[in-house]
């Protein structure tokens, strides 16, 4: 791979848009960021490498039906689009375990913006990787942590900064998950391509915990989890000896009883059958059956440099989906919760309780109107680093400082339950060196 230097984004001179390159033609690089770019007049998705020719195939036909997009240049092989093409910048979508290679291979390559969906990486190990490419290559990464978009979230950390609840106590978050699909049917199950279910999906949450907490560093990690509901002996019907169960939804003998089967979605989609004939990526395993070394249910805690706790519950096992939020300052208390997005309750420890009212988002459906504010923010970002006299980081709202210490929490939550002990942050990362992204080197883990 021939290293290059990252250059200042540059516009396509017949349309003025950025032209952006997506790696991962999956759920994230084409339902959320590709029909996202197709709504935006200052940006197009130029490009689009994915393992699987068939499923670039069915996102091409997709956007263009849908939203009358033009054809993007699609590649099986990586390296030769970030060559081949001239791109302002890189979204990857990949899974977890791939997030950095494919982010180190941009920034070598030249690509000046690379925006990573969460997590960063699966390891710290990982995430350092993508922060030494970006200090050598002269290049930005922001993470795509879109939970700091959402407008309640937002808006508690505003309450949150301004002092209104005083010095931060406690924050909690309990979080549930309807149905196991997605994370019991799917890559994201097997703890080597995730980094396990705390670094996946926690890592949302340890964002906010950490982002929320400004003034202090999270020091110290425990956590207990378990599987307890999605597994083999715990099918929710009367299995017949001669009739076996799965091994997919669709080729399910007890379909019609089974009351958690979900069949893949009909018509033309990413993860048709001609698309899973390639690589065999089929999304209605059974959440049972699959072979799995996640957690289905857990709890975190997390100590803090300034004196604040941090819990996060998350269960994968309900009839609902909703995270419930109460941080607990010296003054007062904020509650909230997802499901119910436009109040905040604040309850002042002296003094009247109050509702405040959150603005709702433009597109709810773009998970909760947080989607399209994120890309938002990455293309103003690298619109400010063009139009800026100074080299200077761009205003992304999340940057690999963030990815690291949100990794950082859910990798240490991983190896505390694996292990039955609490883990010590500096286990994991020394950030003895507060230059570029504060941290130096992995220690371990
Ligand atoms: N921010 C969020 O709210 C959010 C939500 C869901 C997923 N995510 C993240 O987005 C990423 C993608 O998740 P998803 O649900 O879209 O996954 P997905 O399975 O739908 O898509 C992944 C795509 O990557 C492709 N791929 C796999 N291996 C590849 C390789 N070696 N080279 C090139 N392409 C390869 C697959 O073919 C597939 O098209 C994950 O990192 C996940 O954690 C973020």
Redesign the pocket.
């Known amino acids: 791979m021939s290293e290059a230097t990252a250059q200042p984004a540059t516009r396509e001179p017949a349309t003025g848009k950025l032209s952006i390159g997506v ?7 084409i ?2 960021f590709g029909k996202l770019l197709a709504k935006r007049d200052d940006a197009r998705l130029a490009a689009v ?4 020719a068939v ?1 670039m195939e069915s996102a091409a036909q997709m956007l263009q039906h849908d939203f009358g997009m033009a054809r993007f240049a699609a590649y099986t092989d ?1 390296e030769e689009m970030l060559r081949g093409e001239k791109l302002d910048a890189v979204i990857v ?4 375990y ?2 950095a290679d ?1 982010a180190v291979a941009a920034l070598r390559e030249g690509v000046r913006h690379v925006l990573v ?3 960063l990486a699966t390891t710290v190990e990982g995430c350092l990787r993508v922060t030494r490419a970006m200090q050598e290559s002269g290049g930005q990464v922001m993470v ?3 939970m700091r978009h959402l407008p309640l979230i937002a808006r508690m950390k505003e309450i949150i900064a301004n002092g209104d609840i005083g010095a931060l106590m406690l924050i909690e978050n309990r979080e549930f998950y309807d149905g196991g699909r997605t994370y019991m049917a ?3 199950r097997h703890y080597a391509l ?1 980094g396990g279910l705390w670094v ?1 999906k926690g890592s ?1 949450d340890f964002d906010v915990f950490n982002w929320w907490n400004a003034g202090g560093d999270p020091l110290r990690v425990s956590a207990s989890a378990g599987l307890n509901a999605l597994r083999a002996d715990k099918i929710p019907f009367a299995v017949e000896p001669d009739v076996p169960v799965g091994p997919n939804c669709s080729s399910c003998a007890y379909k019609d009883i089974c009351p958690d089967y979900a069949p893949p979605m009909g018509g033309p989609n ?2 048709n059958s001609d698309a899973s004939a390639v ?1 065999g ?1 089929v999304q209605d395993t059974c959440v049972y059956l699959s072979e799995k070394d996640t957690h289905d249910n857990g709890i975190a805690l997390v100590e803090y440099s300034n004196n604040v706790r941090a819990s996060h519950m998350e269960c994968f096992v309900c009839n609902f989906t909703d995270r419930f939020y109460t941080v607990v300052g010296e003054r007062g208390t904020l509650m909230a919760h997802l499901a119910n997005p436009t109040q905040i309750e604040l309850r002042p420890r002296w003094g009247d309780d109050k509702i405040i009212a959150v603005p709702p988002a433009d597109d709810a459906d773009a ?1 909760g109107g947080a ?1 399209p504010l994120l890309l938002d923010n990455f293309l103003c970002g690298i619109k400010a680093d063009k139009t800026s006299s100074t080299s200077s980081s761009p205003h992304f709202s999340s940057t690999v400082r963030d990815g690291i210490r949100a990794v950082a929490v859910g990798q240490a939550a991983e190896i505390a339950w694996r292990e039955g002990r609490s883990v010590a942050i500096e286990e994991l990362v020394d950030w003895r060196d507060s230059s570029g992204s504060g941290a130096t080197s992995a220690t371990g883990g």
């Open positions: 790696i991962g033609s999956g759920g994230r690089g339902n959320c490498a994915d393992a699987n499923r990586i979508t990949t899974p977890d791939l997030h494919h969906d969460k997590p795509g942590f879109n799917r890559w994201n995730s996946h949302h990413l993860f690589d990526y998970h989607d």
